[in-house]
């Protein structure tokens, strides 16, 4: 009988301890506003993310990204993103990658808490994952065909001011959204609140699936301001979206119907999103390939 | 001496630098809590005290976001130091839940303060329970 080689066996032993080792903390059910929490050092946390719309006169299509967030140290939270997009009598295409880092500027907690955030983005023009809502980002963006809109490449930084707050169990918080096109394209300006609770504040002493505290609801809005050539709301994206999450030991759920307050805005979408955190996750790395 | 009686505005330095000497300790005492809590959180008081449903909930919460770092039985585990030592345990109800809340991002403590100050408590009478009530 034949033996598996030794990396087989490692990566298995890898999986395994991914599996038994993961504990979730609280997380909010944001998809495009961030808060101040991060990442806690050495986890890595993997998310999926989909959305899924159909601009006016265009083909319905799915979003995807995956996440890998990384907890570098307690200030410091890195995660590196893959975009894709299924479209509709068209095609399933990658549509590129990204890198964010997000650091907390102040060391204890605050009445409000400031964090950093930059981002470097290459993506094609047919990415869809509507992350982030600047400048005048529009459903008929989409209209273009996925051939053609594949062609374009677009290297941008993002740059965000966070400001969270957490007052008797409630989560505020604001995004001043600035991103900027490597070749030479205007600045464009977006923002994100949020706010969110869990449904219960208290911990419940039995270990439960549907305890209320394993649930958090609350409501994101977002949009575009315009460009440093035109800093308006007029022609602009505006969302409002409800969101809830439902946190089941080592994953979270979450979900999001959207809608859009703009002509330029897709009139619904719907986000949702699962997350998986991994706890001791570069120490279970140095044991498993010791 | 003499250049204190020539120069009057040395002895307002040297009266000046001996006030801040005589002032260090004093603050530093104010600050110098449980892992750099404010002496202001030790008279927080526990609003779960002794509360066993509390404590449970609080155990609950421990083992879903600290165990992995602090051990199931509170014992520590690498970098991260056990919570049954003399320092914890001599540590008042609010300089933990100070601690838990601000974390020391620098040392790789985290801050929970995206639980609700409630649950940050449950987890402090927890920790009471299994170091004795103070």
């Not at chain 1, 964010?100 to 950093?116: G, Q, S």
């Not at chain 1, 315009?226 to 969302?239: C, I, M, R, W």
Request: proline residues 5%.
């Amino acid at each position: 009988m034949s033996k598996l080689p030794p990396i087989f066996m490692k990566a298995s032993l890898g999986c395994l301890l991914l599996v038994t080792s993961a504990c979730g903390a609280g997380e909010r059910p944001y998809f495009v506003a961030y808060d101040q929490t991060m990442e806690e050092p050495g986890n890595l946390e993997i998310e999926a993310k989909g959305l899924t719309a159909s601009p006016q006169g265009g083909n319905g299509f799915l979003s995807g990204v995956t996440e890998f967030e990384y907890g570098a140290k307690g200030w410091w939270t890195t995660e590196f993103y893959l975009d894709g997009q299924t479209t509709a009598n068209e095609s399933t295409i990658f549509t590129g990658f990204r890198w964010e880092n997000r650091l907390r500027l102040l060391m204890r907690e605050h009445k409000i808490n400031p964090v950093l955030y930059v981002e470097y983005e290459d993506l094609s023009g047919a990415n869809k994952s509507l992350l982030e809502v600047v400048g005048f980002d529009s459903q008929y963006d989409a209209l273009v065909p996925n051939r053609e809109a594949n062609e374009e490449r677009e290297r941008e930084i993002e740059t965000r001011l966070i400001l969270s707050s957490n007052l008797n169990g409630w989560n505020i918080s604001e995004n001043f959204i600035a991103e900027k096109n490597l070749f030479g394209k205007p600045w464009e300006f977006g923002y994100a609140v949020a706010v969110s609770r869990p449904l219960s504040l208290l911990a419940s002493a039995d270990e439960c699936i549907f305890c209320r505290e394993n649930f958090q609801a609350g409501v994101e809005g977002y949009g575009g301001l315009g460009t440093a050539n035109e800093f308006t709301v007029h022609g602009t994206s505006q969302y409002v979206a409800p969101v809830i999450s439902w946190q089941v030991r080592e994953a979270v759920f979450k979900i999001s119907p959207t809608f859009g307050l703009t002509d330029a805005s897709y009139r619904a979408m719907l986000r949702f999103g699962i997350s998986y955190e991994i706890s001791g996750f570069t120490r279970m790395l140095r044991k498993a390939f010791h | 001496m003499s250049l204190i009686k020539q120069k009057p505005w040395c002895r307002v330095v040297i009266i000046n630098i001996t006030a801040c000497i005589a002032i260090v300790p004093v603050i530093a005492g104010q600050t110098a809590g449980f892992r750099g809590a404010p002496s202001s959180s030790a008279q927080i008081k526990n609003p779960y005290a002794s509360d066993g449903q509390a404590a449970a909930g609080g155990k609950k919460l421990y083992s879903q976001n600290c165990s992995q770092c602090h051990g199931h039985n509170l014992q520590g585990i690498g970098p991260a130091p056990a919570l049954t030592t003399t320092s914890v345990k001599g540590a008042s109800p609010g300089e933990l839940f100070w601690f838990i809340t601000n974390g020391d991002l620098n040392k790789g403590m985290p801050s929970w303060a995206q639980l609700p100050k409630q649950q940050r408590w449950q987890i402090v009478t927890f920790l009471e329970s299994k170091n004795g009530d103070k």
